[in-house]
């Protein structure tokens, strides 16, 4: 089975800081990389789709990129409301494995 | 609105087993496969089963396969999720989660809000 890591694992940044987050799958899952936003105690919410499609309603400050096996989750400008923890989900084929998952928080 | 409502949870003791309930309401619910994904206190995402729109393909994580069976009733929207031999490990948080479109290879764009289950 394909395995999904991320990187780093948590992180703090100022608001208005640029934020990253990687994600590596073991093989190549072309684009069928997703990546999904959980806040404390709320439901997981689709982010980004296809590696670098914005899911309706997402702001414009969150973008994807990548293909393969990379994929990288860009805030180009933290807000307070950003803070969460992301995982990204490969979603090929089974098993729709998701990653450790990255959190992010306010320095 | 498009809305996913999870429901059977509960505390079980080791062994038993606990069938939850995912009834689905605003949009044609047989067009869409469906997941269900799993969250352990304090703990990050794990996928869990999936089902086909038509309920003739399914497939699980290593973790619970021989466990856990997926079902769903079209007729009524709604989906299943059937645990048996429960262990202490699968206590969760358990979120039925559908895919974006039509077929398998699709994010997962609308989840319930979860119901939970305690194994003790």
């Known amino acids: 089975d394909i395995q999904m890591t991320q990187s780093p694992s948590s992180l703090s940044a100022s608001v208005g800081d640029r934020v990253t987050i990687t994600c590596r799958a073991s093989?190549?899952?072309?684009?069928?990389l997703a990546w999904y936003q959980q806040k404390p105690g709320k439901v997981p919410k689709l982010l980004i789709y296809?590696?670098?499609t914005l899911q309706s309603g997402v702001p414009s400050r969150f973008s994807g990129s990548g293909s393969g096996t990379d994929f990288t989750l860009t805030i180009s400008s933290l807000q307070p409301e950003d803070v969460a923890i992301y995982y990204c989900?490969?979603?090929?084929?089974?098993?729709?494995?998701f990653g450790p998952g990255t959190k992010v928080d306010l320095k | 609105q498009v809305q996913l409502v999870e429901s059977g949870g509960g505390v079980v003791q080791p062994g038993r087993s606990l069938r939850l309930s995912c009834a689905a309401s605003?949009?044609?619910?047989?067009?869409?496969?469906i997941h269900w994904v799993r969250q352990a206190p304090g703990k990050g995402l794990e996928w869990v089963a999936v089902?086909?729109?038509?309920?003739?393909?399914?497939y699980y994580a290593d973790s619970v396969k021989g466990r856990f069976t997926v079902s769903r009733d079209n007729s009524n929207n709604t989906l299943y999720l059937q645990m048996n031999s429960l262990r202490p490990e699968d206590t969760a948080m358990f979120y039925c989660?559908?895919?974006?479109?039509?077929?398998?290879?699709?994010?997962?764009?609308?989840w319930g809000q979860g119901t939970k289950v305690t194994v003790s």
């Open positions: 605003g949009f044609t619910f047989s067009s869409y496969a």
């Open positions: 989900q490969k979603y090929n084929s089974a098993p729709f494995t």
């Open positions: 989660a559908r895919v974006a479109s039509s077929g398998w290879s699709h994010p997962f764009d609308i």
């Open positions: 089902i086909s729109s038509d309920g003739s393909n399914k």
């Open positions: 296809a590696a670098s």
């Open positions: 093989q190549g899952i072309s684009n069928y």
